[in-house]
């Protein structure tokens, strides 16, 4: 899951361009983030090499088409600045809009809630009573540290400039030491005992089908490599960047995985404790390897954090200035921090701290929970820019790129599709016990401006919203859907 470099912080009008490489940088601090600590493992235990080749194909491809549609949108529609929900609205409608900006923030949420479980369960391999991030004991330091961050972040601490300086050493330096030392003990018979498929993970497609939710997770942030177009000295360096900068970060996550298997057998890559990379470097080089990649782990997440934290905060402010959420959520405080976002977004955190004590998998439910939510808005804004492509709107001029365009966005929406049948309808009907409820922030907003609630298009999209979370419901009660 990438940083918010970048993402929130807002940028003067005057701010020093820069080149091409520097550019390239930027994108990819924006995206190397803590998921690519677990994806050994995360891989090991759905796919061998040649399924991870194929994931890692989709996957590069689905995002980079994914990348594009930011970037068209950003250009061709440049009055909509305020987020990636504005495009669900601009295409779809109010609630389409609400809902995804409601999908993004509960991602948001969720991301920080598994930065905590990833933290801990990093601890847990000196500390046992920390176990893999869901004990009472993790979830108590990961309290601690959430509140620390609110009332820091409530107190004006924005400027993560020069903690992020730092974070981006420690994530990218463990990183690539990992993957040298691994390349180093590469072991061509072990990769190809490795490479076909197991017949006890099923076929090849359900292989690549159950790699695909962890994929995407490490992608998260993609969306922000359009925003990194103020910055250019050249329009034509951004898409440059984007292209180079993305197939950096895929060759960077790639190369953890395939690595792997040159080293290690699939069932102990597949049996190793998260976050995975951590075990394997050290039984690679020993015990100080542990240190070395726990102690990049920690700081790395840390660092995030900070700036996750305030993204997630706007998420929920920046929906309040343009009136679709409640106005409470606009309120600033002293310090000039959208405090009811923040506070929201904290207690939201902190619930989903304490589902973490009733889930068996906590790290990868996280993980696969903050993916699930954030396919919404990915969705809505492919279509959007699938919308403006087949009617024609901006391009009155301009064919050659309508045709390019339409391209990227036809293959974006259908990656992104196949994405919620990846997840699965597990993950799609717990949104809806997200969705449902959040309505009532919708009515809210709507009355507060005068407005009427629902068209009728709108009226039946909540329907089946509430007909999904009572199906959630009766689910969870009866044990179709366990935790």
């Not at 803590?34 to 994931?55: K, W």
């Not at 898409?239 to 057998?265: E, K, M, N, P, R």
């Not at 993916?371 to 001029?397: C, F, H, I, Q, R």
Request: hydrophobic residues 55%; contains cysteine; charged residues 15%.
């Amino acid at each position: 899951m990438g940083d918010a470099d970048g993402m929130t912080t807002p940028v003067a009008t005057d701010v020093k361009k820069v080149t091409r490489p520097v550019l390239t940088a930027m994108v990819i601090g924006s995206m190397v983030g803590a998921g690519v600590f677990s994806l050994p493992a995360r891989f090991g235990t759905a796919t061998g090499v040649a399924g991870a080749l194929i994931a890692w194909t989709i996957a590069g491809t689905g995002m980079l088409m994914l990348a594009f549609c930011f970037q068209t949108l950003a250009i061709r529609k440049p009055d909509l600045d305020s987020g990636v929900f504005i495009y669900a609205k601009a295409g779809f409608g109010d609630y389409a809009g609400f809902n995804s900006a409601v999908g993004f923030w509960a991602s948001t949420m969720a991301g920080n809630a598994f930065y905590w479980v990833f933290i801990t369960a990093t601890l847990g391999a000196f500390f046992p009573d920390f176990g893999d991030g869901d004990t009472l004991l993790a979830v108590g330091l990961s309290t601690v540290g959430v509140w620390v961050f609110h009332f820091l972040i409530a107190r004006g601490v924005r400027d993560a400039a020069v903690i992020n300086r730092i974070v981006t050493i420690f994530k990218i330096l463990p990183i690539v030491v990992f993957i040298v030392v691994l390349g180093v003990s590469f072991d061509a018979t072990t990769f190809g005992d490795n490479f076909f498929a197991y017949d006890d993970l099923g076929s090849m497609t359900e292989q690549v089908k159950n790699t695909m939710l962890v994929t995407t997770f490490v992608f998260i942030g993609i969306e922000g490599a359009s925003v990194y177009s103020r910055y250019a000295q050249r329009r034509e360096h951004v898409g440059q960047a984007t292209v180079l900068g993305f197939l950096s970060v895929l060759a960077i996550f790639s190369l953890v995985t395939l690595v792997s298997y040159g080293a290690f057998g699939q069932t102990e890559i597949a049996s190793t404790r998260q976050p995975s990379m951590v075990g394997l470097f050290e039984q690679t080089v020993g015990p100080w390897g542990e240190w070395f990649i726990s102690a990049g782990v920690i700081v790395s997440v840390l660092g995030a954090y900070l700036a996750w934290t305030l993204m997630a905060a706007e998420v929920a402010y920046i929906p309040a200035r343009s009136n679709d959420m409640p106005r409470f959520f606009a309120r600033e405080n002293a310090a000039g921090t959208p405090i009811t976002a923040l506070i929201a977004t904290t207690v939201g955190v902190q619930v989903l701290l304490a589902v973490t004590l009733l889930v068996d998998d906590s790290l990868n439910f996280m993980l696969d929970l903050t993916t699930s939510l954030a396919l919404v808005p990915y969705l809505l804004a492919a279509a959007y820019a699938l919308k403006l492509t087949l009617s024609g709107e901006t391009y009155e001029d301009d064919s050659s790129d309508r045709r390019k365009h339409l391209v990227f966005a036809g293959l974006a929406s259908a990656y992104a599709i196949f994405l919620f049948f990846a997840a699965g309808l597990e993950f799609l009907l717990l949104s809806c016990l997200l969705y449902a409820p959040a309505a009532v922030l919708f009515v809210i907003a709507r009355r507060e401006r005068g407005l009427r609630v629902f068209t009728p298009a709108e009226l039946a999209l909540f329907v089946v919203i509430v007909a999904g979370a009572a199906i959630a419901l009766y689910q969870l009660l009866t044990g179709g859907i366990v935790l």
